[in-house]
T-cell receptor, first 113, second 114 residues
Framework: KNQVEQSPQSLIILEGKNCTLQCNYTVSPFSNLRWYKQDTGRGPVSLTIMTFSENTKSNGRYTATLDADTKQSSLHITASQLSDSASYICVVGSSGGSYIPTFGRGTSLIVHP | SQTIHQWPATLVQPVGSPLSLECTVEGTSNPNLYWYRQAAGRGLQLLFYSVGIGQISSEVPQNLSASRPQDRQFILSSKKLLLSDSGFYLC?????????????FGPGTRLTVL
């Protein structure tokens, strides 16, 4: 069964600090992995998308890494800002003909001033 | 560029009343369309998806139904709402497997059933 596990479930950090969110998956065959940011009461917005051959991708202060061998990904946020407070969702797509990606339950990040 | 719209943004309905949520996509053709529900503090639960007009697949048995009367229109309905139908409903579209099936989400509808 395809699964995506995210950790930690929630995280509180001070403004200006860095943090790293984790994502482990068992989706097979693997196609791509996406990180979304979801502000409270809003739809998720894509931050990065990585395929099998990519092991890192950046979007401003967000850097995602992918280790396809260990089936792990991380999202690193540098110099956090109050606006980074949101839920971060890891989503893995399969190349096995399914139109349905597998979602993690998300990590809730709170950035305090 | 592609855009996705949902309405209404918020809705408060009594138990037993009908429901109709609408989602439309602009700037693309033949998208895959999805309805998700997100309970408070929980992950996204896939309800329905569609790969073409009139083609609907249901992922979770429930009292909700979906229809796709036009290529870029996806409607979520219920004849009689339950308290458990409360939640945040998200519509999404994707360009299919050829584009990595990356999904783009609408702004969502907050439904409260009283």
């Amino acid at each position: 069964k395809n699964q995506v596990e995210q950790s930690p479930q929630s995280l509180i950090i001070l403004e200006g600090k860095n943090c790293t969110l984790q994502c482990n998956y068992t989706v097979s065959p693997f196609s791509n992995l996406r990180w979304y940011k979801q502000d409270t009461g809003r739809g998720p917005v894509s931050l990065t998308i990585m395929t099998f051959s990519e092991n890192t991708k950046s979007n401003g202060r967000y850097t995602a890494t992918l280790d396809a061998d260990t089936k792990q990904s991380s999202l690193h946020i540098t110099a956090s800002q109050l606006s980074d407070s949101a839920s971060y969702i890891c989503v893995v797509g399969s190349s096995g003909g399914s139109y349905i990606p597998t979602f993690g339950r998300g990590t809730s990040l709170i950035v305090h001033p | 560029s592609q855009t996705i719209h949902q309405w209404p943004a918020t809705l408060v309905q009594p138990v037993g009343s009908p429901l109709s949520l609408e989602c439309t996509v602009e700037g693309t053709s033949n998208p895959n369309l999805y309805w998700y529900r997100q309970a408070a503090g929980r992950g996204l639960q896939l309800l329905f998806y569609s790969v073409g007009i009139g083609q609907i697949s249901s992922e979770v048995p429930q009292n909700l139904s979906a229809s796709r009367p036009q290529d870029r229109q996806f409607i979520l309905s219920s004849k009689k709402l339950l308290l458990s139908d409360s939640g945040f409903y998200l519509c999404a579209w994707s360009g299919g497997l050829a584009r990595g099936n990356e999904q783009f989400f609408g702004p969502g509808t907050r439904l409260t059933v009283l």
